[in-house]
């Protein structure tokens, strides 16, 4: 994993490794810039290394492969060897035995549809000499960032969006991406916080041609969002498919030149992978997590008992408030884009120190979006009942709910006044309800495509939608942002593309049955792991933020927040409203940590990398 940039703008040798200097903790182990000047065109490219496999310098990049292909590659293709068998089999030569010369050779044999043959995260871009081109892509889920700047003539990419900014004097600050953020917490894709600049979509290409300047950019994999592919086999055939799976996603996640380990949570999906890579090596595994002093926030102790039972190498990282304060100093550092899950911070901790034993770390994320999982999907169950009572007799309980001085029943009382559950759902994933504006989420985010149509039941739609915005904007960025920060890659076995196909082909009573979430997934974990381990309710990955805002951290929020000069530094928001909220939260009235922390963000973003920018 690494950090890649290039340019067609004529920057000098000494401004583009300035900018790789950025994002420098991306890639620490080699910074490499190569400038190809053509007859009427200059193609730059720059990487910063973090070396996994093949650590000779005959892989350091930009890399050339032949003649005339040249590659800046971040991530890695799972897949490559097979691939590299059989493109010996088709008479290519390989002097490394690194996966980025395989994306070269199987790029000159199936042109662009090579992307269709990785299995892997990736974001990388080849300069094509011969066809005085650039061609670039994201890998399907959106494992590995990729920012660009386009202006019709000139273009401009890299693995941060700091370091495009750098030297760039034609960049303003986006009002609309500032109204996205305070709905979604992130800025959802293609958007980014300045107006110039894009991300590339998840499981998309692209070909750029030097000379007319033109970006032509297409999909090259979706999942199936209309149901048509259908599992034939029973609930026994299932598991059995999916563990084979699972195995082989781990598997060829272990393999690396570098010491590896596993984020171990205690909970199912990470235990899971624990559990398949304990099976799958020679020796001990190392495995990591996370305790916290504060009551409530500590379950490190469950972690430790599936450790136990798999006899791992298991590893207790500590976090206290002063840990904890440190990181949010430099929390724009290394997330240069506004970004308000607050599981960033105990993930940039996590990462911390694992990375001081090892260099690849195997997590289990997706396994809520592919199998059913996460609590909120029982709860639009219920609101699905309460959606199919007509409309004008929900509003006049609303109009009554209304009434009530409790928070949660005016909650409920303004999604009985909402069309339909899937607005409902929309809602509870995009609310800030201090917000000036209101946004027409329908014109602004293409991939409700996969919440509103009638081809598939609630819960498929649902974690389809979580799938492509909520895993992808945020999971992804959170996890890449925290482990590169300390120049530590992660893995992600439960979002092969693979098995991400194979979930959506499944009966949902596979995977939801009798109010069990991830039944599949958990049936197939309870074979290697005893059940009653388990037996506990479902936790997220979260920090004591609401006794810290209370406690040692208030007179920094107050200081940043509670007083309208401060606040008028934000745009589109309503700072009488936030005043209030915030003393609520102070007093106990209301848990508004989540609030305050996205607020708290975006003020911290605006006043050091913004600075200086016009927002429009």
Known sequence: ??????????????????????????????????????????VSLGHNRLSIIDLDARSNQPFKYVSNINIVFNGEIFNFRLLKAELLQKGYKFRTTSDTEVICAAYLEYGENCVRHFNGMFAFVLYDENKNLLFGARDRMGQKPFYYYHNGKQFEFSSQISSIQLFNNNLSISNKAIKLYLSWGNIPDPFSIFNEIQKLKAGH?????????????????????????????????????????????????????????????????SSLISAMAQKTSDAKIKTFSVKFNEKGFDESVYAQRVANHLNTDHHVIECNYNEGIGLIDNFSHFYDEPFADSSAVPSMLLSKYTKQQVTVALSGDAGDENFIGYHRYDWIRRANILMKTPHQLRKIIASLLYLSPYHRHKTIAYILKLNNVNDAYLKVMSSFESSKHSIDYLDQITETKYLYHTHKNLYERVSDFDLKTYLNWDINTKVDRASMAYSLEVRSPLQDYRIVEFARSLPTKFKYSNGTMKYLLK????????KDIFNRPKAGFTMPFAEWFRNELKDYVLDELYNQKELATITNIDSTEINKKIKAHMTGKRNNYSFIWNLLVLKQWLSINGKGYSIK
């Open 205 to 269: 290409s692209f070909v750029y041609k030097l000379e007319t300047g033109d970006l032509n950019i297409k999909q090259y994999w979706d999942i199936d969002f209309q149901g048509d592919n259908h599992f034939k086999g029973s609930f026994i055939d299932a598991k059995e498919s999916l563990e084979v799976l699972v195995k082989d996603a781990v598997k060829i996640r272990l393999f690396a030149d570098v010491p590896v380990g596993v984020f171990l949570s205690g909970g199912v999906d």
């Open 1 to 42: 994993m690494c950090g890649i940039y290039g340019t067609t703008i004529q920057y000098t040798e000494q401004q583009i490794k300035a900018k790789l200097k950025r994002t420098a903790f991306r890639g620490p182990d080699q910074m490499g810039v190569q400038v190809y000047k053509g007859n009427k065109s200059q």
């Open 523 to 530: 049936e197939l974990l309870y074979d290697h792991i005893p």
